[in-house]
Nanobody
Framework: QVQLVESGGGLVQAGGSLRLSCAAS????????MGWFRQAPGKEREFVAA????????YYADSVKGRFTISRDKAKNTVDLQMNSLKPEDTAVYYC???????????????????WGKGTLVTVSL
């Protein structure tokens, strides 16, 4: 059973930074893509970023390119999301996600995700 546990959310002022981390367990993730989605109040869940576990290729939503960086640590089985230059519109619950058999580009929509974490809230104030 795959388990994904997020940490690192919180309240930050606009222009600030936060780092989210996702601890993954229960499988070997060598064939997986791992990533992050977010869901703001009243909106649909949307893709943020993904990384191919084996090769490290990364993919980003246009709205976060140049501000967010996704990375993975194979030894620790963690996937991190470094978020810089945060904006109020980045406020959302952020979910860690895993795709067992990714196509390229991976997990660009929620229906392609096989496993979800429970989410961590990020609030960006003016």
């Amino acid at each position: 059973q795959v388990q994904l546990v997020e940490s690192g959310g919180g309240l930050v002022q606009a222009g600030g930074s936060l780092r989210l981390s996702c601890a993954a367990s229960g499988r070997r993730f060598s064939t997986y893509a791992m990533g992050w989605f977010r869901q703001a109040p009243g909106k649909e869940r949307e893709f943020v970023a993904a990384i191919i576990w084996s090769g490290g290729n990364t993919y980003y939503a246009d709205s976060v390119k140049g501000r967010f960086t996704i990375s993975r640590d194979k030894a620790k089985n963690t996937v991190d999301l470094q978020m810089n230059s945060l904006k109020p519109e980045d406020t959302a619950v952020y979910y860690c996600a895993a795709d067992r058999n990714p196509i390229i580009p991976p997990m660009t929509e929620p229906k392609r995700v096989d496993y979800w974490g429970k989410g961590t809230l990020v609030t960006v104030s003016l």
